[in-house]
């Protein structure tokens, strides 16, 4: 077993013959992404298999693919691509869900993670607590301070964040936590 998972690989985003995988990006969709998921499943296989990874796979039965199933995942917002920056990115709850969180992560990391690439896993902690990181394994340590964001421990502007992460997100030390 290869890379930075302790236990089984996740499935990447994107289609494998008679499945597509599919990413909601930091675990969590909304109604209208899961309507979505489900009218697209509806024209094929007729399932939605949810992953312990936090990707919901999309079983096909005979029926060919509808031509805009991708286009119409993409368009709600969903990943599809095997290469997405999004595969590997985690979050505590941050702002508004936790009184310690000094910033809202989740929307920071929208912001800035489609710009980045790379293969180590990153986590963007609201604080030092850390809540959520991942374990036994190097990632890339994102906390957020009064100032602003840390990068595995030097102040970051937030204006250079996506160009750090994507150098933090290629080597490979180890975050030391």
């Known amino acids: 077993m290869s890379g930075p998972w302790p236990h089984a690989q996740p499935p990447r985003p994107g289609g494998a013959g ?7 990006p930091l675990g969590r969709m909304d109604s209208a992404q899961w309507r979505v998921l ?3 499943a509806a024209s094929g296989g007729g399932e939605l298999r949810v992953t312990p990874w936090r990707s919901v796979i999309l079983p096909w ?6 031509a805009d199933a991708g286009a119409r995942i993409r368009a709600a917002g969903l990943v599809t691509a095997a290469d997405s920056p999004w595969r590997s990115v985690t979050a505590c709850t941050g702002k508004p869900g936790c009184a310690k969180s000094l910033a809202d992560v989740r929307a920071d990391a929208r912001a800035v993670v489609t710009g980045s690439a790379g293969e180590l896993p990153v986590h963007w902690s609201g604080c030092a607590r850390r809540c959520g990181h991942p374990r036994g394994t190097a990632w890339v ?3 957020a301070t009064p100032d602003g964001y840390e990068l595995n ?3 970051t502007p937030y204006d250079r964040l996506a160009a750090a992460l994507t150098a933090a997100r290629t080597t490979t030390t180890p975050a030391s936590q």
């Open 141 to 143: 340590d994102l906390v």
């Open 61 to 66: 039965g005979e029926a060919p693919w509808p």
């Open 18 to 24: 008679d499945a597509l995988c599919v990413l909601p």
């Open 38 to 40: 489900a009218d697209v």
């Open 153 to 155: 421990g030097r102040p």
